[in-house]
Each structure stands twice: as structure tokens, then as C-alpha cells.
């Protein structure tokens, strides 16, 4: 299993900012995927899981409304889209493989820092 973060850095309160996930070495389309993230000094925090079709979406309440999770089966690639962002956003983003309870493989993450 591989997963592999990339889009994160520095923007500023309010603005946007689009990660993605490439996935190797499983079945990607078979498995729900997440994105769960880790701010300093904190522990992780699940942020949002897409079903395995991508019909079905999930979101925690901090960012609910602001935060979209989609995903590319045929790329075998996961998004998301972070809008509204908020200096409380600031974090590693990581994606996992797997749901909101169950997920056992994460990438090596990426960098997110709300700041003006």
C-alpha cells in the first residue's frame, strides 16, 4: 500500500487550497478512503470519508460545509477540496485507506498552514 499527499502550504484565512492522494498497490475503487489530520500538539482527528463508488459522503462538524472529499477511481486518486479555511485548519493532512473507524495504511502527509 502506498498513498502519497501532495497540494498542501500556506494560505491565507479564508482562502482555498486542494489536496490530493495518488493510491498504489490495493484495489483503491473496492475501499472507502479518509482524510484525517493532525495539528501541533494534538492528536489525530478524522476529517472526512467517501464510500468506495464516491456516492456517499461524511464530513466532521469542523468543517462541515467548508470541505469537500471526492475521489477518481480511474486515477485512483483522492481529493480535498478546502474552502473558508480557518488558522484552527492548520495541520498535516493525511489520507488513509479505509472508513472513519477501520482505516489502517496512511500516506506520509502534507502541510496545511491557515495564516495571513
Known amino acids: 500500500v502506498q498513498l502519497v499527499e501532495s497540494g498542501g502550504g500556506l494560505v491565507q484565512p479564508g482562502g482555498s487550497l486542494r489536496l490530493s492522494c495518488a493510491a498504489s498497490?490495493?484495489?483503491?475503487?473496492?475501499?472507502?478512503m479518509s482524510w484525517v489530520r493532525q495539528a501541533p500538539g494534538k492528536g489525530l482527528e478524522w476529517v472526512s470519508v467517501i464510500s468506495s463508488g464516491g456516492g456517499s459522503t461524511t464530513y466532521a462538524d469542523s468543517v462541515k460545509g467548508r470541505f469537500t472529499i471526492s475521489r477518481d477511481n480511474a486515477k485512483k486518486t483522492l481529493y480535498l477540496e478546502m474552502n473558508s479555511v480557518k488558522p484552527e485548519d492548520t495541520a498535516v493532512y493525511y489520507c488513509a485507506k479505509g472508513g472513519r473507524y477501520d482505516n489502517d495504511y496512511r500516506g506520509q502527509g502534507t502541510q496545511v498552514t491557515v495564516s495571513s
Open positions: 498497490g490495493f484495489p483503491f475503487s473496492l475501499y472507502a
